[in-house]
């Protein structure tokens, strides 16, 4: 491979950690991904985010970080920005982590290395090579261990004023609805992340008493048509849809790309979620808008990982 013609992608969650390298199209030419360990100190992670960085770039045959043109990486937020401090609000190991710092000291050598919010990061790979190629105003939606979002509107990345502007999953659909983890009420996040979906099903009969259940057994059990589990993820997309059509009003968008680890689920978080934004977003410019699967399915975010480097003057403002 010639100089700069590669980029270090990770994806760090709060279920898997992914990496891989891209070329400067945004094409994934290796990838992988790992477990989220569920303990061990914050040194442990990053050890094994390491480990999982130093593989892909043995996969690509680099042995020479010199020819990376960056290292790009979405993380779980929240986060100082663009410093990249991490606190992810699912990954407890991680409080005030200097990942940016850590990754350029590992493997930045003279390369830019760019931090920002994972769900970020899946909206700027949609934008740019998925489901929002073409369009100028793209949401892009991540539902998996938390519920979160990134905004591009007239064709740029909009940041906010602490780079977590498009933020979805602490948009309210319940005012009465459970308790959220970042203090609030009612939140999508509270109804629809994941182990919230698993939970409910529980307290409502599914699989009782079994400890380690998740979304995806749940996903499994609905597919054969389990009621309760039918019944999870009916809310989870109903609550999904009603965030969306709030923000589509509020934003003025034309593609809504969803992706993150239970967009899997496929047609049974999508039917009610299409049902609930019909239901809700009912002026004329509203009904245009779509919502879609992430057509760059699990590795979005690394793809927009790779565009803070590669497409930096339209999706980085940090620095
Ligand atoms: P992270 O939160 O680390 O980014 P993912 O995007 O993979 O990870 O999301 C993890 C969540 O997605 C978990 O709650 C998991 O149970 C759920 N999940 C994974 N696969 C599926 C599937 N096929 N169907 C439904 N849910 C799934
Ligand atoms: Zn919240």
New binding site residues.
Partial sequence: MAEREAVLVADI????LAGGVTDLDGRLTTWAQVP?PRDGDAEFLWRTLESLLARVLEDAKIDDLGILSGIGCGCGGPMEWPAGLVSPL?IPAWRGFALRERLTERFGDKNQVRVHN?AICMAIGEHWRGAGKGCRNVLGV?V???VGGGLVLDDRLIQGSSGNAGHIGHVVVDPDGPRCQCGGVGCVEAIAR??ALAAWAQSEGWRPGQPEV???DL?DDAARGHAVALAALRRAGLAIGTAIASATCLCDLEVVAVG???S??GALLFDPLHEALARHARLDFARQVRAVPAALG?TAGLVGAAALIIKGDRYWAGD
């Avoid at 969650?13 to 898997?16: I, P, V």
């Fill in positions: 969650g709060g279920t898997k989220t699912n994972d991540v998996s261990t938390g994941g182990p998740t979304a995806k996903a993150g680890g239970l899997q689920a699990q």
